[in-house]
T-cell receptor
Framework: QKEVEQNSGPLSVPEGAIASLNCTYSDRGSQSFFWYRQYSGKSPELIMFIYSNGDKEDGRFTAQLNKASQYVSLLIRDSQPSDSATYLCAVKRTGRRALTFGSGTRLQVQP | DVKVTQSSRYLVKRTGEKVFLECVQDMDHENMFWYRQDPGLGLRLIYFSYDVKMKEKGDIPEGYSVSREKKERFSLILESASTNQTSMYLC????????????FGPGTRLTVL
């Protein structure tokens, strides 16, 4: 079992719709959770992080964390073609300095 | 704004050459990391450093070494480049605090012929 799992996609949504990206992790002791966006040929850029169970909103983005189910998600409201990218889920595990990354989900927003 | 820079965006080397990739950050971060990214395999940690002259192996250290002589600079060394080291190399840095969010440089696309 991979430490951080994401569906590779592509996830295709129409412009204006809500895109829902999901991530599961195996280490129950994981503390912090991050979502990065990576455009083709570019490096990952941090969108959001979440530490506590529940929802965290930032503009059109909402991160959701459920530690009991070991599940973290990212919702993108009013999706735009410019949101088309690969979204990486990353987890900080207890006692580890480095993040563990999933393989990413490719999102395509259709105009 | 955090700024992480890498010495080259694109690099082409021959098999057997010694390759140096350099990374510099300007935010006084304690932690620095080297990853490689390959299609379908995601980001894999090669080495990281939590202080000057301190380093720890990541998940795939074979064929690589690192050097951190100054806090702001972290170098990745390919002792004898091989074709299977053709990849995108990403440097990142972070504060030594609980949050742990990492900031990435622009990446170096290395091709070994």
């Amino acid at each position: 079992q991979k430490e951080v799992e994401q569906n590779s996609g592509p996830l295709s949504v129409p412009e204006g719709a809500i895109a829902s990206l999901n991530c599961t992790y195996s280490d129950r002791g994981s503390q912090s959770f991050f979502w990065y966006r990576q455009y083709s040929g570019k490096s990952p850029e941090l969108i959001m992080f979440i530490y506590s169970n529940g929802d965290k909103e930032d503009g059109r983005f909402t991160a959701q964390l459920n530690k009991a189910s070991q599940y973290v998600s990212l919702l993108i409201r009013d999706s735009q073609p410019s949101d088309s990218a690969t979204y990486l889920c990353a987890v900080k595990r207890t006692g580890r300095r480095a993040l563990t990354f999933g393989s990413g989900t490719r999102l395509q927003v259709q105009p | 704004d955090v700024k992480v820079t890498q010495s080259s965006r694109y690099l082409v080397k021959r098999t057997g050459e010694k390759v140096f990739l350099e990374c510099v950050q300007d935010m006084d971060h304690e932690n620095m990391f080297w990853y490689r990214q390959d299609p379908g395999l995601g980001l894999r940690l090669i080495y990281f450093s939590y202080d000057v002259k301190m380093k720890e192996k990541g998940d795939i250290p074979e064929g690589y070494s690192v050097s951190r002589e100054k806090k702001e600079r972290f170098s990745l060394i390919l002792e004898s480049a091989s074709t299977n080291q053709t990849s995108m190399y990403l440097c990142a840095s972070s504060f030594m605090r609980e949050g742990g969010e990492q900031f990435f440089g622009p990446g170096t696309r290395l091709t070994v012929l």
